[in-house]
């Protein structure tokens, strides 16, 4: 009695290749990067439009306002920071592009040791929680820094201190299980897109009293919706120039009122649509070097 032939061993196939050698479209590779590339990018953006808001309330608390009082909520805002979102996808999809071209180079210039070595991190839990722990302390800097000035050195010791206090040991036990693992990168994303949220908030704020003191924005603001408008006002009965004819930046209207801000006096009012026009319209206007607003007080 012959004795049966061994199976033969299953040969594991290439994640973007099919049993036939060609390249493959049943979405088994591609779908797991995609997932992969989604849930780290949906949480940064998540994360970083949930806090861009409160970005937009400081700017207009810098002219003694809230946004509501501007007439922008969040339909506004969104529709404005549209051409925003399409540009920042734009710019990343390259950057994405080449750091996967600049590892899988550095890959094949040290003969596969660069893969063998990030393999061999993530096989090792403890290191991937330790620098996850340390990348999400460092994103509370633009919090903290709200609060208080930070040193380079001080904000090293919130990043170790926060990463070993809170977060080494929750990560460590997360990537015992693939729950836990994919948990762990939407949370990190989460973290990172609000840490990223608060650092631009500061931006903004240094933005806002910028245009407050020298009448003219930067292009960050225009990125996030803020527009630097500016017109001459006119009577609405008679045609007349009000406030001698001097520019006044439209903040926004709302309630059948324009918010505007009067850069000579440095001061926020409010004037009824009813009774006015607006006239010689500007979008980012040129100020001569050296400008600065608060001429009339000074």
């Known amino acids: 009695m012959s004795t049966p032939a061994p199976r033969p061993e299953p040969v594991e196939q290439p994640p973007f290749s099919t049993p036939s050698g060609g390249q493959g479209d049943d979405g088994g590779g591609v779908v797991a990067i995609l997932e992969r590339i989604g849930s780290v990018v949906v949480p940064v953006g998540v994360g970083l439009y949930a806090v861009l808001y409160l970005g937009i309330e400081q700017i207009y608390r810098v002219f003694g306002i809230n946004p509501q009082q501007a007439g922008i909520d969040q339909s506004v805002l969104l529709g404005r920071l549209m051409g925003t979102l399409i540009l920042l996808v734009l710019a990343l999809v390259p950057a994405v592009g080449a750091a996967v071209g600049l590892g899988w180079l550095l890959d094949k210039v040290t003969r596969g040791a660069a893969g063998r070595l990030l393999a061999a991190v993530r096989a090792r839990p403890w290191i991937v929680a330790a620098l996850a722990a340390l990348w999400c302390g460092a994103t509370y800097w633009g919090l903290v820094n709200l609060v208080t000035d930070l040193t380079v050195g001080l904000m090293v010791v919130v990043a170790v201190g926060l990463g070993v206090l809170a977060f080494v040991v929750p990560f460590r036990l997360m990537r015992r ?11 990190v994303g989460a973290l990172t897109g609000l840490g990223l949220g608060f650092v631009l908030i500061l931006s903004m704020i240094e933005a806002a009293v910028e245009v407050r ?6 292009d960050l603001l225009g990125y996030v919706g803020f527009q630097d408008q500016w017109a001459v006002l006119k009577n609405a009965e008679n045609d007349k120039p009000l406030y001698g004819g001097r520019w006044m930046m439209l903040l926004g209207e709302s309630d059948g009122t324009y918010v505007l801000y009067d850069c000579d006096r440095q001061e926020t009012f409010r004037r009824p649509i009813e009774t006015t026009n607006l006239a010689h319209l500007q979008l980012d206007p040129e100020r001569v070097e050296g400008y600065r607003c608060g001429t009339m007080i000074e």
Do not use: S
Not at 177 to 187: D, E, Y
């Open 177 to 187: 299980r693939p729950v836990g693992r994919a948990g762990m990168k939407v949370l």
């Open 213 to 218: 003191d020298t009448g003219q924005a930067d």
